[in-house]
């Protein structure tokens, strides 16, 4: 069983940059990929990206890339989103979520947190 809490969300003026961290429980952590997911109102939740357990490899949604950064702190078992150059339309809730499995699928991600929420204002 592995829970996750997020933080770090709020409001940012649109350029402005946000750094979102997920906490998690249990021991086995490192074994885990760690998503990153959003999602608008009137929209379906939709993935930015993940890093694989070691922290060696990243992936992520061409509607981020460039702009956001997700990293991972095993000793902490915290993984983070670091969000840079905001746009409005990154305006959504912000969920972190574990997999074992390489995929964008949400359904395939076991546990997921409560969310955080970023607004970005023009």
């Known amino acids: 069983q592995v829970q996750l809490v997020e933080s770090g969300g709020g409001l940012v003026q649109a350029g402005g940059s946000l750094r979102l961290s997920c906490a998690a429980s249990?021991?086995?952590?490192?074994?885990?990929?760690m998503g990153w997911f959003r999602q608008a109102p009137g929209k379906e939740r939709e993935f930015v990206g993940y890093?694989?357990?070691?922290?060696?490899?990243?992936y992520y949604a061409d509607s981020v890339k460039g702009r956001f950064t997700i990293s991972r702190d095993n000793a902490k078992n915290t993984v983070y989103l670091q969000m840079n150059s905001l746009k409005p339309e990154d305006t959504a809730v912000y969920y972190c979520a574990a997999t074992i499995y390489d995929t964008t699928t949400p359904h395939l991600y076991s546990y997921w947190g409560q969310g955080t929420q970023v607004t970005v204002s023009s």
């Open positions: 249990g021991r086995t952590f490192s074994s885990y990929r």
């Open positions: 890093i694989r357990g070691s922290g060696g490899s990243t």
